[in-house]
């Protein structure tokens, strides 16, 4: 009786996602109204039964607004869930955020949620397995290049440090200008006084020395 009622549900939260409503759920959390998180709730307790199948076709989608929701929307059901983050990586997102930073890498918005995607599932070793067959280094430095505050900066630099981890990784970074690329942004913020920006160059500067000298 339990078993057929999980299916029942498994069922019915795939059929909820086909209607269409997910564009609309997606469109809700961007409010930053209280009615956000009930929404964020709806949609984690619709994934926990096959939603996140339902949402990964749309990363494929050519238009950039559901791309942006779509994104949203897995950001927000994988974070600190390591259930979800699993079955993300199982269907193929990975590839498909990367494919999508490089394709739109002006769209600050949608470079964000995929960024803020990749960030929630770096700590995966799954995700690194996956990341290490991507050119993920050129990835990260062109946009932490153009990054336009220190949010990006933050986020970039701790999906580096996760990522880095990887012996496999490590190696790959060091090997296409990571280092480089943390130096010169160092570079580019020292002389400042700003706390968030003295923060950026700390964090760069742990991660240089633990890409090329092997440190912590």
């Given at each position: 009786?339990?078993?057929?009622?999980?299916?029942?549900?498994?069922?019915?939260?795939?059929?909820?996602?086909?209607?269409?409503?997910?564009?609309?759920?997606?469109?809700?959390?961007?409010?930053?109204?209280?009615?956000?998180?009930?929404?964020?709730?709806?949609?984690?307790?619709?994934?926990?039964?096959?939603?996140?199948?339902?949402?990964?076709?749309?990363?494929?989608?050519?238009?950039?607004?559901?791309?942006?929701?779509?994104?949203?929307?897995?950001?927000?059901?994988?974070f600190?869930?390591?259930?979800?983050?699993?079955?993300?990586?199982?269907?193929?997102?990975?590839?498909r955020?990367?494919?999508?930073?490089?394709?739109?890498?002006?769209?600050?918005?949608?470079?964000?949620?995929?960024?803020?995607?990749?960030?929630?599932?770096?700590?995966?070793?799954?995700?690194?397995?996956?990341?290490?067959?991507?050119?993920?280094?050129?990835?990260?430095?062109?946009?932490?290049?153009?990054?336009?505050?220190?949010?990006?900066?933050?986020?970039?630099?701790?999906?580096?440090?996760?990522?880095?981890?990887s012996?496999t990784?490590?190696?790959?970074?060091?090997?296409?200008?990571?280092?480089e690329?943390?130096?010169?942004?160092?570079?580019?913020?020292?002389?400042g006084?700003?706390?968030?920006?003295?923060?950026?160059?700390?964090?760069?500067?742990?991660?240089?020395?633990?890409?090329?000298?092997?440190?912590?």
């Amino acid at each position: 009786m339990g078993r057929k009622m999980r299916v029942q549900e498994k069922d019915a939260a795939v059929e909820i996602a086909k209607s269409g409503i997910l564009p609309t759920l997606a469109q809700a959390l961007r409010g930053k109204s209280s009615l956000s998180c009930l929404v964020a709730l709806v949609v984690a307790e619709m994934a926990r039964d096959g939603l996140v199948k339902v949402l990964v076709p749309h990363l494929n989608s050519n238009n950039q607004e559901m791309l942006l929701n779509t994104g949203r929307a897995i950001g927000r059901i994988c974070f600190d869930n390591s259930y979800q983050q699993d079955q993300l990586v199982q269907s193929g997102v990975i590839p498909r955020l990367l494919c999508i930073i490089r394709e739109y890498p002006e769209n600050d918005p949608l470079v964000n949620v995929c960024l803020l995607a990749l960030c929630n599932l770096a700590d995966m070793d799954s995700a690194r397995e996956a990341l290490a067959e991507q050119d993920v280094a050129h990835v990260l430095t062109f946009q932490l290049k153009r990054a336009p505050d220190a949010e990006r900066r933050h986020v970039i630099l701790e999906i580096l440090g996760s990522l880095g981890e990887s012996d496999t990784l490590k190696l790959q970074f060091a090997e296409s200008g990571v280092p480089e690329a943390l130096s010169e942004m160092i570079r580019g913020l020292q002389g400042g006084s700003d706390p968030h920006d003295l923060c950026s160059i700390k964090i760069a500067s742990n991660l240089i020395v633990s890409l090329l000298l092997g440190g912590e």
